[in-house]
């Protein structure tokens, strides 16, 4: 099992910027996939993007464009920057760490506390 520390949300208006960072505590080498979600109140939570060890990413239509993730092996941080925020990017934003933990393809899961983004003017 690994810790997550998410950080670096808040509030933000219409059109500004946000950098999200996630530390784990321990090497997110050995993970297959890192990932940023999120969910708003009254909604289930959706993926925004995720980053597999390879460095190839994948993002939610809605966000394609504006947001970009990447991650630090040395440092063992996952990173969202956000740009152009919309108000309908306000949730709640959780980091996820994934392992594929069998050949038939289960896998483990491992998640931050989460933290709050505001896009409100």
């Known amino acids: 099992q690994v810790q997550l520390v998410e950080s670096g949300g808040g509030l933000v208006q219409p059109g500004g910027s946000l950098r999200l960072s996630c530390a784990a505590s321990r090497s997110i080498f050995r993970f297959d996939s890192m990932g940023w979600y999120r969910q708003a109140p009254g909604k289930q939570r959706e993926l925004v993007a995720h980053i597999i060890s390879s460095g190839n990413s994948n993002y939610a239509d809605s966000v394609k464009g504006r947001f970009t993730i990447s991650r630090d092996n040395a440092k063992n941080t996952v990173d969202l920057q956000m740009n152009s925020l919309k108000p309908e990017d306000t949730a709640v934003y959780y980091c996820?760490?994934?392992?594929?933990?069998?050949?038939?393809?289960?896998?483990?899961?491992?998640w931050g506390q989460g933290t709050q983004v505001t896009v409100s003017s």
């Open positions: 996820n760490a994934r392992r594929v933990i069998n050949v038939e393809g289960a896998i483990s899961d491992d």
